[in-house]
């Protein structure tokens, strides 16, 4: 996917708006149903959060948490036209005039009615919130361009505002050139979309402007370029060269309608909100902090919005399937990517996710037959046939998924996108599961050739080479790069710890061993090695605890054959 960097502007202040609403408790006679749609909350159930929070407020006094959290749960879950009442009651609130998101719900709803006056004037005031004037500034010249004209939706977008970030302004502008048969000048702000904030929904609309305007060449060069990146670009930029080459043309955002516009504003915000959250939650976990549960309220309220707005978005189904699956509602999730067509270019990814639903429900048998469903449909389903091969070994089909991950490979061009160094790797790990590591070793060293800065590659080979006693030095680098790539993983530090016991140098060996144990407290293997290490020291009642504890951690029936056999007779002498 391509990803873009948010603002730093915004930096330190989405969290605090994906974290819902937080006030004052409310009177003692909700606290039932209060406190239900707290839970709720806290447990990423966001539409029973959204039943409970409006049986609060319904049923008795109507405190301002509890309208404020009925409001954006009912956003949340998808009910916009029943959020809008209470954006409303929201707004009467005098000390509340200035709720950027109930401004915003307003403006959704009247621009699906059509009512393009209403929503202007539901945007008339200015944000309070700095982060949220970029989507109601972009609300507002769609609603212009219903009401007026292209032209005058333009000037909008041109106005010099300086609390208010531009960065997603580009792609609208496009949209609005060219229904206004600035074509010149449509390409051109297309392509400062790219550069800015136009996320892949500009590659979609870039790819889509230059087939519709016969720049049938552009196009082609276009997509070749995208076809580099990884996940769904890629998918798009196929599904454009084979367009090219059957002489056919897209249609996608031709004549773009004002619902269609606030829907692209609404979602490009809610990615960019999502992005943000993600990359603040892996910088803290990589930092060693622990993170709770994600709560994406705020990113999925504005989705549904863009899917109210214009429910044959693709883009936004997606999205709104896939936070509904980090919130583990899979049922919800799976309903909203079965809305995306076969000819969407998320249809494969959505398939795979439906999938991922259906194994988080112990469904395997289902899951299967989606993804080979999926990877059945074209060969150039590079990712469902992948995710399908994966499943495969996972079932212990590991011959069947050798087979796969074989068509992947021979499918690979001479020189290969970086990412393909997970079909190598994968391919080894069924080939050492039938102990085939004659052929699994040109595959891992093939794969560190492609991804040479990839560290589960460089683990992989260097662990693979530790545990045989071989190529030690070479397994060294490898595995010291590894850990300089991730430097809080317990597994490439048990790696480590692992080549120092290959090399008899326990003394050095414990020390990390014990390190990526702490880490990884649960993982049976590094549990496995910490035994091993203290018995080598002479620590052998330790050891045996350690190796103990493997068999409370669900280890595989190879491993635990081997904790039985050391509990009863430990390691063997080593050799002089």
Known sequence: MLRSKFSVKFAGVLLLAAAGC?????????????????????????GAAATAFEGARSEFAETDEVLRSAF?????????????????????????????????????QAIHHGEYTKAHDALAADAQISYLAAPMTILDAWAIAGSQSPEAALKVLAQQDKETFRGFHPLHQALLFEKAGLIDEAETAHQLSLATYGGLVGVNAYGAFLERHGENDAAATFYGQVSQNRGLARVLAKQGLARAEKKKTSRAFANTAPSEGAAIALHSFAQAILEQIEEQRSAAEKAGFRIGDPNYDMPLALIQMALYLDPDFDHAQWLAGRILN???????????????????????????????????????????????????RTNAAEEARFQYANLLGREGRYEESIKVYDGLVAELPEEPAEDAWRFFVARAAARLELDQWEKAEPDLVRAVEIAPKEAVALNYLGYSWAERGENLDRAFELIEQAVALEPNSGAYIDSLGWAYFQRDDFQNAVGHLEHAATLEPADPTITDHLGDVYWRLGRKIEAKYQWERVLELDPSNKLRDSIEKKLEEGLPELSE
């Open 326 to 376: 980090i919130y583990g509602d899979s049922e919800t999730a799976i309903k909203m990517f079965k809305r995306i067509p076969p000819s969407s270019p998320f249809f494969e990814q959505a398939q795979i996710d439906i999938a991922a639903g259906l194994l988080e429900r112990d469904r395997d048998g289902e899951a299967l037959k989606v993804l080979r469903y999926a990877s059945r």
């Open 22 to 46: 937080a006030s004052a408790p409310p009177e003692e006679s909700v606290v039932g149903d209060y406190l239900s749609g707290r839970f709720a909350a806290r447990t990423n159930e966001v």
């Open 72 to 108: 954006l749960y009912q956003l949340a879950s998808g009910d916009v036209e029943g959020a809008a009442p209470l954006a409303i009651k929201i707004l009467e609130n005098e000390e509340a005039q200035d709720d950027d998101l109930a401004r915003l719900t307003m403006a959704a």
